[in-house]
């Protein structure tokens, strides 16, 4: 036996995954991707939606913002509930909500009926989103094996996005709108038939206790911050009513603080919001989610004012951007395993902030589509390796016990970045449009080419500055992949 083939049969295996874990990665991740379809499949069909109910268009962003202010306002409490009350029993039961809240979106004959159901779906989500991952992250052990599951997870999650644009186009033409809430419905019981048989559950060993005044707090807070950023899109960023609410959220938010330092039982231990792994890991989640999901909203209004595409076209050409996720979250564990989760993030970012600003060059011709379609395939590969970064460094060098609460500080982190970037972005885009004085096609893209170089320098300065507050310090091959997670605030 030859030199070469010695050191062969000696090196390492690196470990795989048995028939279990693979079917509960299949379970899991397929509940996600649904979660994650959920944000936009009715983006599309907002104005067939309110023809058919009565909606007033003034009113119409409601059914969004309905559904964004249950998950992103209850996430972090219901991630802390997966830890105590066990998460195997919050997933099953976010899904079961899941499936009825969208039978009665599909059935609604009133608004108030849809918002209620958008309500139940958005309260379904932030069940089901941080015990899903908390349960993915617990049935592989750091390592490998984790960074693969959690790119898998992200870049699922990313496409499901994109992908939600796209069905629902596809579904609202073909059918109709009602059927982007029952396509849940038949997703939903199948995962419900074959969980419980599948997934491991975790339980605490003694009785817990929730921390009610850390929850109040906390969830107020979050719900009050969602509420203004959406009321500044909508309204303006020095309206009273958006000022309120931004006022109040961030009152509450320092008012959780406060009582977390003192709880005997805190609902987020201050000591885990002092690990730079978490605090600067959620940072670059939070640009990441923040500038992809508003690109994608500054991208329908050039394809759609300026092109004269059709919403159905639209959906379509973000295809793109999914396929482009979708690779970045393969790569994204092989990558963050190489060179570790902190210059995963870098280089993501970096490559996401190139290709959103060659889309600076955007014309008023149709030929320029196909710069938009690389670059969103490139941007997306970039978005997903960052994003991969972000949850590896996020949910690392934490025992089990807390995955539940480092999931749902990065699911509230996803969630709120979804919410935050549309209003922010529309606001510079309209600014823009209103200084050139003007609606046509022209003067939206120059909205849009503002709003993109903003998109660009954001995720950019994100990246670089996650990657140097995270220190260089690299992990060695095959660790848990966290920048830092036996750094200092450990």
């Not at 918002?115 to 989103?129: E, I, N, P």
């Not at 992200?154 to 069905?167: C, R, Y």
């Not at 805190?266 to 508003?294: C, D, K, M, Q």
């Not at 903003?454 to 992949?481: D, F, I, Q, T, Y």
Request: hydrophobic letters at 55%; charged letters at 10%.
């Amino acid at each position: 036996m030859s030199v070469l083939d010695q050191t062969a049969a000696t090196a390492p295996r690196a470990p795989r995954m048995t028939g279990r874990q693979k079917l509960v990665l299949t379970l899991l991740l397929g509940a996600q991707f649904m979660v994650a379809v959920d944000f936009s499949i009715l983006n599309v069909a907002l104005p067939v939606i309110g023809a058919g109910l009565g909606f007033p268009l003034a009113h119409l962003q409601w059914i969004a913002t309905a559904f964004a202010l249950a998950a992103a306002g209850f996430t972090l409490l219901f991630g802390r509930i997966a830890d105590l009350f066990g998460r195997k029993r919050l997933f099953l039961g976010g899904m079961a909500l899941l499936g009825l809240s969208s039978a009665l979106g599909g059935l609604a004959t009133s608004p108030g009926m849809l918002l209620v159901a958008r309500v139940l779906q958005g309260l379904a989500t932030a069940a089901v989103t941080p015990a899903g991952l908390s349960l993915l992250t617990t049935a592989f052990p750091e390592g490998p094996l984790r960074r693969r599951a959690l790119g898998l997870n992200g870049a699922l999650m990313s496409a499901g996005f994109t992908a939600g644009a796209v069905l629902g186009g596809l579904l609202t033409d073909l059918l109709s709108w009602r059927w982007a809430f029952l396509v849940n419905v038949p997703v939903t019981a199948a995962v419900l038939a074959v969980a419980p048989a599948v997934i491991a559950d975790s339980r605490p060993a003694g009785r817990p206790r929730l921390d009610v005044p850390g929850a109040v707090t906390v969830t107020g807070g979050l719900l009050a911050v969602v509420y203004g950023l959406t009321r500044a899109g909508e309204a303006g960023w020095t309206r009273p009513g958006t000022l309120a609410a931004l006022g109040a959220g961030a009152a509450l938010l320092v008012a959780f603080w406060c009582v977390e330092r003192r709880a005997d039982k805190p609902l987020v231990p201050v000591r885990i919001l002092r690990r730079p792994t978490v605090v600067w890991g959620n940072a670059a989640g939070l640009v990441a989610f923040l500038t992809e999901t508003s690109l994608v909203f500054l991208l329908t209004l050039y394809l759609q004012e300026v092109l004269g595409y059709t919403p159905l076209a639209t959906g379509l050409a973000f295809g793109v951007l999914g396929l482009g996720t979708v690779l970045g979250g393969t790569l994204g564990g092989r990558v963050t395993g190489r060179i570790g989760s902190r210059a995963t993030i870098v280089y993501g970012g970096v490559a996401q902030a190139v290709a959103t600003a060659a889309l600076l060059a955007l014309g008023t011709s149709g030929d320029w589509i196909w710069l938009l379609l690389a670059a969103t395939f490139a941007g997306g590969v970039g978005n997903m390796l960052m994003i991969t970064g972000f949850m590896v460094t996020a949910t690392s060098g934490l025992p089990d016990s807390e995955q539940g609460l480092a999931t749902g500080l990065a699911t509230m982190t996803q969630q709120v970045g979804i919410t935050m970037g549309i209003p922010v972005m529309s606001a510079v885009a309209t600014a823009r449009i209103t200084a050139v004085g003007g609606e046509g096609p022209g003067a939206v893209l120059s909205g849009v080419r503002t709003a993109v170089g903003v998109n660009a320098a954001l995720v950019l300065a994100g990246a670089l500055a996650a990657g140097a507050l995270l220190g260089r310090r690299r992990e060695p091959a095959g660790s848990a992949g966290s920048a830092g997670a036996a750094g200092p605030g450990r």
